[in-house]
């Protein structure tokens, strides 16, 4: 939650006009709970949704395994919500299960991954995004923690968001 990346994406999406939440995730800072390998992390997210925004328009933006969690919470309210846009940066499809992003959210989907990710290399991203023909936005010589790529992760955020067509 007081990551940099997830600080810059809050950031975005609040200059766009979105009202904003970040949750630490189970086991996490002061949250209860133990980590569940993302399971019970999307039961939580999707229970911070139902609470916060029960008909809404949303938004969901996720780092690392937090975009992991993300991709398991667009494929469970993909019929039932109305999503408009997802962010996912620095995805950790090697590392946790990130199901393929439903074909309806193809333009609505932004995947950015650092080229020189030390945490996820940029290979297990392709291999995801590519059995779905997702774009994949890398941002060359740049890490898992975007270290000097910070404004240009947060432009690249908002062009995406701002991108909302009525």
Not at 62 to 86: M, P, Q, W, Y
Not at 98 to 119: F, N, R
Not at 135 to 158: A, E, M
Request: charge should be negative; aromatic fraction near 8%; include cysteine.
């Amino acid at each position: 939650m007081e990551n940099k990346v997830v600080q810059t994406m809050s950031r975005a999406f609040a200059s766009a006009g979105w009202t904003v939440v970040r949750f630490n995730f189970r086991g996490v800072g002061q949250s209860e709970g133990q980590f569940d390998n993302g399971d019970g992390e999307t039961d939580d997210l999707l229970n911070v949704i139902q609470e916060l925004a029960p008909s809404a328009q949303i938004c969901l933006g996720g780092f690392s395994f937090g975009a992991a969690v993300t991709c398991r919470a667009v494929e469970l309210i993909k019929n039932t919500r109305d999503l408009k846009k997802v962010v996912l940066i620095g995805l950790a499809s090697s590392r946790f299960n990130a199901p393929a992003i439903d074909s309806k959210y193809l333009l609505d989907t932004l995947v950015i991954h650092g080229e020189d990710d030390e945490t996820v290399e940029l290979h297990h991203v392709m291999a995801w995004a590519k059995n779905q023909t997702m774009p994949v936005t890398v941002v060359p010589q740049t890490g898992h923690f975007f270290h000097g790529q910070l404004p240009l992760l947060k432009g690249l955020i908002l062009r995406h968001v701002n991108s909302i067509e009525p």
